[in-house]
């Protein structure tokens, strides 16, 4: 079984960071308030995910760690219809077999907390407001032929914060803090949409950008689309949001890329926020736990809609 989750592991657990979206996803969907995330050493020596969610109770913290073992699917049919994030009940399975991961959570209503170690399943009382703390360490200690492939402290920590942004940018309304080695490097509280975006792209991206605002009736779309005046650093700063998931989508990268166009004769970097609405029966979002891709039903409709929404507001006069 160990084998079998470590296999697992090598399609969700590609890097620290891949630990982190399945942690945080997890914590959002728990319906957490606040949520603290401690790096270190990029991720690798340890990634430690506080939230204060309606946490895990006793009987169901082994279960927690067991392949295929998930909260969020009544039945098949739900699959269908999941709003929540995560939904395959693989991701910390998978991970505790590659690292050394210990869960300390109290439910809603517990007398007190409990402790589980991912490696013995050995359960302990502890000490813990409600919520649930994870603590993920040494990924890869015990398959060091993937721990190769790891690139440096830097580099994994930026994918990190990478991820942790797409997340705080999804979720304006969760109270989130980052640190990484002791350094706190995001303290987010809980805002409106646009203070979020303006905390993690700057306020010079703001002063510069187009709102973006167009309601189609079952297609609304929503956010920022910078001017040309606005110069970026080189980080990528291109998001979009799929009823609150961060995708990468080629349809929708085209769609945005040719307003641009059109409308700009071109903008070399441009950077977006943008966030689509749609029911959720109109898309497919891929079940491969690593992917952030999606499939819609009526591309042709959502490609126009998203050129057209993009288009009207980079068209508007004024600054
Ligand atoms: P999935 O999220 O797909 O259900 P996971 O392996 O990520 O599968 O998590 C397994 C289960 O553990 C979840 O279904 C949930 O019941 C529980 N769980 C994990 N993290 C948390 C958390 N932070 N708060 C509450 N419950 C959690
Ligand atoms: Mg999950």
Known sequence: ????????????????????????????????????????????????????????????????????????????????????????????????????????????????????????GELSPAALNQGTVIDVADLYYNTPARRKFLKSEATEYAHCDEMFRRIALAHPEIGLQLSHNGRVSHRLPPSEPIRRVGALMGDDFLEHAREVRADGGILALAGFASM????????????????????????????????????????????????????????????HPAKIEVRFRDARAVHQFVFHAVSRALAESGA
């Open 1 to 120: 079984d160990l084998l079998v989750n470590q296999i697992a592991a090598g399609e969700v657990v590609e890097r620290p960071a891949s630990v982190l979206k399945e942690v945080l996803e997890n914590a959002v969907d728990a319906g957490s308030r606040a949520i603290e995330v401690q790096l270190e050493q990029g991720g690798v020596r340890r990634i430690r995910v506080t939230d204060d969610g309606c946490g895990i109770a006793r009987e169901e913290l082994a279960l927690a760690l067991e392949r295929h073992a998930t909260s969020k699917i009544a039945s098949l049919d739900d699959l269908e219809r999941v709003g929540t994030m995560g939904f395959r009940g693989e991701a910390l399975a998978a991970i505790a077999a590659v690292t050394r991961t210990t869960i300390t959570s109290r439910a809603e209503g517990a007398g007190h907390a409990w402790r589980i170690d991912g490696d013995t």
């Open 228 to 287: 040309p005046a606005y110069s970026r650093s080189s980080r990528d700063a291109q998001y979009f949001f799929v009823n609150g998931r961060y995708v990468r989508d080629k349809l929708l990268t085209h769609a945005v890329r040719q307003a641009y166009t059109d409308i700009l004769h071109g903008s070399r970097h441009p950077a977006y926020v943008l966030f689509l609405q749609l029911d959720p029966a109109g898309v497919d979002v891929n079940v």
